[in-house]
């Protein structure tokens, strides 16, 4: 491994005993749940298993502390804390997304003309049973046709008319760069004219790579790399307007949305741990690592605009995960929905210290296994 879990002490964790962790035990809960009621969750390479996984979230439910002294108490009792500590000896890192809030409108009109899609019935999921000969290894999506699986159109190709005619929009934005960024976080709030607001949340992906178009920025000098950000690229869009399709065409990557209620405002959108986002709590992890559900304590001196001025120490739950978002000390932080949490997510790029509580059968296995 390129890494390795070094035994940790609570107390010896850069605010731990100022955090308050309450906003996840309800979280807990719902993963809880949807572990035993509908499917457990995938182990990850590092081996923690939903059945270790469900002693902690038992307990959770069982014994239900309230505030914030308890809740810690109650994570000291039932976890051990380990650092990740990267073979290379480089920090972990965080970035944040959010769920951006975007005007529409059901039908377009000269202003509103720029959709965002459903899946396409066509759009086929691919893996090693399937892959055809000479296809990408990394894409996991490809075009049905009758004479077999091929590479789906790419973003450009998309936004000039191939799926024009199928009935696929679910509503439309005035902006083409408000959708882009909604693709980019993964999913959105739409906020019709009549003040109702609809959810869209991934429903699959063109299949090619993700390519940052603030790197491609950063390449042809027009951004400098110590400054980039989601507000500084919008800026530069804004400022360039003839150059926007061929910016954002760099990315191939197209996302597809389904449509989702709005249950409770205050939570977001279910991602792929299956169970609602909580601002502030919900972390993006390599799923191919670490198992959805599990807790994880972040600490970042450099991070401060969060919480007005104090550097970030949270605990939080492993609840997503991202093409982006690769290693064992690499995390996204779920900022929240709208426009202040866009504000607040668009300027995270920070190195972090990663600690990760293991429910204690788990932790000793782990420890005996070392040896």
Same mark, same amino acid.
């Given at each position: 491994?390129?890494?390795?879990?070094?035994?940790?002490?609570?107390?010896?964790?850069?605010?731990?005993?100022?955090?308050?962790?309450?906003?996840?035990?309800?979280?807990?809960?719902?993963?809880?749940?949807?572990?035993?009621?509908?499917?457990?969750?995938?182990?990850?390479?590092?081996?923690?298993?939903?059945?270790?996984?469900?002693?902690?979230?038992?307990?959770?439910?069982?014994?239900?502390?309230?505030?914030?002294?308890?809740?810690?108490?109650?994570?000291?009792?039932?976890?051990?804390?380990?650092?990740?500590?990267?073979?290379?000896?480089?920090?972990?890192?965080?970035?944040?997304?959010?769920?951006?809030?975007?005007?529409?409108?059901?039908?377009?009109?000269?202003?509103?003309?720029?959709?965002?899609?459903?899946?396409?019935?066509?759009?086929?999921?691919?893996?090693?049973?399937?892959?055809?000969?000479?296809?990408?290894?990394?894409?996991?999506?490809?075009?049905?046709?009758?004479?077999?699986?091929?590479?789906?159109?790419?973003?450009?190709?998309?936004?000039?008319?191939?799926?024009?005619?199928?009935?696929?929009?679910?509503?439309?934005?005035?902006?083409?760069?408000?959708?882009?960024?909604?693709?980019?976080?993964?999913?959105?709030?739409?906020?019709?004219?009549?003040?109702?607001?609809?959810?869209?949340?991934?429903?699959?992906?063109?299949?090619?790579?993700?390519?940052?178009?603030?790197?491609?920025?950063?390449?042809?000098?027009?951004?400098?790399?110590?400054?980039?950000?989601?507000?500084?690229?919008?800026?530069?869009?804004?400022?360039?307007?003839?150059?926007?399709?061929?910016?954002?065409?760099?990315?191939?990557?197209?996302?597809?949305?389904?449509?989702?209620?709005?249950?409770?405002?205050? =939570?977001? +959108?279910? #991602? @792929? &741990?299956?169970?609602? $986002?909580? *601002?502030?709590?919900?972390?993006?992890?390599?799923?191919?690592?670490?198992?959805?559900?599990?807790?994880?304590?972040?600490?970042?001196?450099?991070?401060?605009?969060?919480?007005?001025?104090?550097?970030?120490?949270?605990?939080?739950?492993?609840?997503?995960?991202?093409?982006?978002?690769?290693?064992?000390?690499?995390?996204?932080?779920?900022?929240?929905?709208?426009?202040?949490?866009?504000?607040?997510?668009?300027?995270?790029?920070?190195?972090?210290?990663?600690?990760? =509580?293991? +429910?204690? #059968? @788990? &932790?000793?296995?782990? $420890?005996? *296994?070392?040896?």
């Amino acid at each position: 491994m390129d890494y390795r879990l070094v035994l940790a002490r609570f107390s010896a964790i850069p605010g731990w005993d100022e955090d308050d962790p309450t906003a996840l035990m309800a979280a807990m809960r719902r993963c809880r749940d949807h572990i035993r009621d509908v499917k457990p969750y995938k182990t990850g390479s590092l081996g923690i298993t939903a059945g270790e996984l469900l002693s902690l979230l038992d307990a959770a439910v069982a014994e239900d502390p309230q505030g914030a002294d308890a809740v810690r108490a109650f994570f000291e009792a039932h976890t051990i804390p380990f650092l990740i500590e990267k073979a290379d000896g480089a920090p972990g890192f965080v970035t944040a997304f959010y769920e951006p809030e975007v005007a529409v409108r059901a039908a377009p009109n000269a202003e509103y003309r720029y959709p965002f899609y459903r899946r396409p019935a066509d759009l086929m999921d691919i893996d090693d049973d399937n892959r055809p000969a000479g296809f990408p290894a990394g894409y996991a999506f490809g075009l049905q046709t009758e004479g077999g699986i091929v590479e789906h159109p790419d973003r450009g190709e998309i936004e000039r008319g191939f799926l024009s005619g199928r009935g696929l929009e679910i509503a439309y934005a005035r902006s083409k760069v408000d959708v882009f960024f909604a693709h980019v976080q993964g999913a959105a709030r739409l906020v019709y004219p009549d003040g109702t607001l609809k959810r869209i949340t991934y429903a699959g992906k063109s299949g090619h790579p993700f390519s940052p178009i603030g790197k491609l920025l950063i390449d042809r000098g027009e951004i400098d790399a110590a400054t980039v950000s989601m507000a500084s690229i919008r800026d530069w869009l804004a400022r360039h307007e003839g150059e926007v399709d061929a910016v954002l065409w760099h990315n191939r990557s197209f996302i597809f949305f389904k449509e989702a209620v709005v249950d409770d405002i205050d =939570l977001g +959108p279910i #991602a @792929a &741990a299956k169970v609602p $986002l909580v *601002a502030g709590r919900s972390l993006a992890v390599d799923r191919m690592i670490h198992t959805f559900g599990l807790p994880f304590f972040i600490s970042s001196d450099s991070l401060t605009h969060m919480d007005g001025g104090k550097p970030f120490r949270r605990l939080m739950l492993a609840l997503d995960t991202g093409t982006a978002i690769v290693g064992p000390a690499r995390g996204d932080i779920f900022t929240g929905s709208g426009d202040a949490a866009g504000a607040l997510a668009g300027h995270v790029r920070n190195p972090a210290t990663f600690h990760i =509580l293991l +429910p204690r #059968a @788990a &932790a000793e296995r782990y $420890l005996h *296994a070392e040896g």
